[in-house]
C-alpha cells in the first residue's frame, strides 16, 4: 500500500519569496512516479511537476522544482518567485510505475500575501 | 480538444434517489480514472479504466455505485439510492497509459445530497 504525508495543513509566503511545501510517502514498490498538482478554489486540479523514482535529477518546470530525496522518501516542493496567483491547495500524489491509481496526500493550503 | 470536462458541474439530489454523472476524457487518452474528493481531503480513488475495461475498484466503492465506459470514450458513474455521506466532489481523470504519465482532471461534479 502506497501512503502519502502533507504535515503542513496551511502555508503562508510573502509575495515574490520562495516557499517549500513538504511531502513524504510510504511504498514498497522499487519504481513509481511522484506528482505534484494544484487546486485552485474552482476545483480543477492542474499538473505541476513530476518526479520518477529512478530520475537522477531533482524535476524542474518554470517556478516549480521538486526536492526529491529518495533515502528520506521525500518529495518537497519549491516554487520560487510566489505570485498571488499561487494561492491555492496542493496535493502530492504518487503512484507505482505501471499503474493506473494515484494515491494523494490530504493537502497543503497556500496563501500568498501581497 | 479542450481538456477533461464533467457534467453536470452542480448536482443536488434528495436522499433515496438515483444520481448519474458523465466524463468526457482527452480524446486520445485511454485510461480514465474516478476519484472522489470531501472537504479537506485528498482525492481517493475510486476505479479506472483502460479503453472500455474497468481494470480496478476501489474497496470504498459500495454496490450502490456503478461506473461504465461502454465504448472507451466517455464514461458515466452512477449512485443509487443516494445517501447524505455520498455528498462530495466527484473528480475525473485521464492519462495515456505509459508509466507514471500526468493524469489530466477534470472540474469535478459536486454532489450534495439533502
Redesign the interface.
Known sequence: AQKITQTQPGMFVQEKEAVTLDCTYDTSDPSYGLFWYKQPSSGEMIFLIYQGSYDQQNATEGRYSLNFQKARKSANLVISASQLGDSAMYFCAMNPRGAGKSTFGDGTTLTVKP | DTGVSQDPRHKITKRGQNVTFRCDPISEHN?L?W?RQTL??????LT?F?NEAQ??KSRLLSDRFSAERPKGSFSTLEIQRTEQGDSA?Y?C?S?L?Q??T???????T?LTVV
Do not use: I
Open positions: 485510461r480514472y476519484y479537506g481531503q485528498g482525492p481517493e480513488f479506472y483502460q481494470l480496478e466532489m473528480l481523470a492519462s497509459s508509466p507514471n500526468e493524469a489530466f482532471f477534470g472540474q469535478g459536486r
